[in-house]
């Protein structure tokens, strides 16, 4: 399988190449030149496999310069009942007919994030140590992302991380499992600024070619192909833990801030999983939510960019979403191109033609928003009735499939984090603190931890001086 960017350089790339690469030469982001397709036989032989047996499965559609039995191995090193708690790895919960919650959220750091990141730290390592090569990664995080990727590369051999945050806005129990590392491979830088200042921060030293190769950056981002594969393989266990036939179907809803969770169930869709819509579901920063109603994707600046309880999602300009649009413009890297770096970078925005909007229906998605209001109401009658406590992230994504039931489809909502993250939200909406997973050790007294951390003003020169700095200690 070789990989293309989404800007129309159409130099076709080997996998390994891509995972410690991030985003293409020209800007764009990397797809591979098709997407496998899986038949009823393949899906019902893909449905008696464990968990580590499906990644490898799908992993080797899309990975052909690493050898079977290493893959392999890297998928059952990832996901361990150890490392996530569950033999399932992400089992389904049933709330009520028709609607279940996968969870995700089991694993080090209590977030989906570590469902991808765990694996992309084994392929760094296994890909770094077969080059014997060190890799410098720069990412940002609004909030989940980082903490995952640290906990994934913490004493990775040859891997440096240097995480971007907004400073002040992440939730305590995020901030405390960032800061709290002490890993001398481990750099916290927290931005005074918005996310989209720390993700344009990381595209800007991503595009500086010479600073990239010279100092070896790489990014964790979902921007990152590998991250992305990885989260498909979630999307094919939740079908299987769902339905009992290959001729079934089902829906996701999927928090979205960034694209990068739904994107996967995209490509998932695209391979051939039968699943009937994938919702978006947004806060109040609904940049997604009205592209899907309007056709007008509008980013926003910081001062516009509002400051929620569900604070990972708190994006206005979603990075994956340049993946979709290549496959809904007949992957016209011409076009994307122009969309993304001559329309969005000049003047904010842009819109698709009428008839390119009508075809985003045939793509499965459809959209909503959901306001703090909305969170409480949805945690605390989550609580109420089926005694399950969720997430801020999740109560959007729960609020918002309501909206978009069909009795004869079952919906699953994808679990993004545990509720112990954001303990004040559920405290407010239900009067109880949330519990921490007993699986893992070293939560409580959490927040108490010694931070180690930077603050720098949102300047890409800044950010690249003090990597430089730190590559040459």
């Known amino acids: ?21 991030g985003l293409a030469p020209d800007g764009g982001l990397y797809l591979p030149v098709q997407y496998p397709q899986i038949d009823a036989a393949t899906l019902a032989k893909w449905r008696k496999l464990s ?19 290493d893959l392999k191995a890297i998928a059952a090193k990832t996901y361990t009942k150890a490392t996530y708690g569950f033999d399932e790895i992400t089992p ?23 469902m991808a990141m765990q694996l992309l730290g084994n392929l760094f390592e296994y890909e770094l140590g077969r080059r014997g090569e060190t890799l410098n990664i720069l990412g940002a995080t609004s909030g989940d992302t980082g903490s995952a990727a640290e906990y994934a ?13 907004p400073h002040g806005r992440m939730s305590p129990f995020q901030q405390a499992q960032m800061f709290s590392l002490q890993d001398p491979n481990i750099h916290n830088l927290a931005v005074e600024g918005v996310f989209d200042d720390c993700q344009d921060i990381v595209k800007a030293a991503s595009n500086d070619l010479a600073f990239k190769r010279q100092y070896k950056i790489g990014t964790v981002n979902s921007i990152n192909w590998a991250r992305l594969l990885a989260q498909v393989v979630y999307y094919f266990a939740g079908y299987f ?61 910081s001062a516009e960019t509002f400051e929620t309880s569900s604070p990972s999602m708190d994006i206005s300009k979603a990075s994956n979403f340049e993946r979709f649009i290549f496959d809904l413009l007949g992957r016209d890297g011409a076009r994307t191109k122009s969309l993304f770096k001559d329309e969005v970078e000049q003047r904010g925005l842009f819109a698709v033609s009428a008839d390119e909007f009508a075809k985003v ?11 703090h209001a909305d969170r409480l109401a949805t945690i605390r009658d989550t609580f109420e009735r089926f005694g399950a406590m969720i997430d801020t992230h999740t109560a959007d994504g729960l609020k918002v499939a309501r909206d978009h039931l069909d009795p004869t489809v079952r919906m699953i909502v994808l679990e993004t984090a545990l509720p112990a993250k954001f303990e004040e939200t559920i405290v407010e909406a239900t009067g109880q603190k949330p519990a921490r997973p007993f699986w893992i050790a070293g939560l409580d007294g959490l927040e108490a931890l010694p931070k180690r951390f930077t603050v720098v003003p949102a300047d890409a020169k800044v950010v690249k001086d003090y990597i430089v700095q730190h590559c040459n200690d």
């Open 153 to 165: 590369m913490r004493g990775k051999k040859g891997v440096r991380v240097f995480m971007l945050s």
């Open 92 to 114: 389904l919960k049933l709330l009520e007919p028709g609607v279940a919650l996968q969870a995700l959220s089991n694993g080090p750091t209590l977030a989906f994030k570590d």
């Open 51 to 69: 968990y580590a047996e499906l990644a490898y499965e799908i992993l080797s559609l899309y990975i052909d310069d690493i050898p079977a039995a």
């Open 1 to 21: 399988m070789k990989y293309i960017s989404t800007r129309g350089d159409k130099t076709e790339r080997g996998f390994s190449e891509i995972l410690l690469e």
């Open 241 to 301: 833990y769902a339905t009992k036939s290959e001729g079934e179907k089902v829906s996701f809803t999927v928090p979205s801030g960034n694209f990068g969770n739904v994107c996967a169930g995209h490509v998932a869709r695209m391979m051939g999983l039968p699943i009937d819509k994938l919702v978006v579901a947004t806060n109040e920063n609904n940049v997604l939510d009205e592209f899907f109603r309007t056709g007008s994707y509008r980013v926003r600046g």
């Open 361 to 371: 229906a045939g793509y499965g998605f459809v959209s909503g928003t959901s306001t």
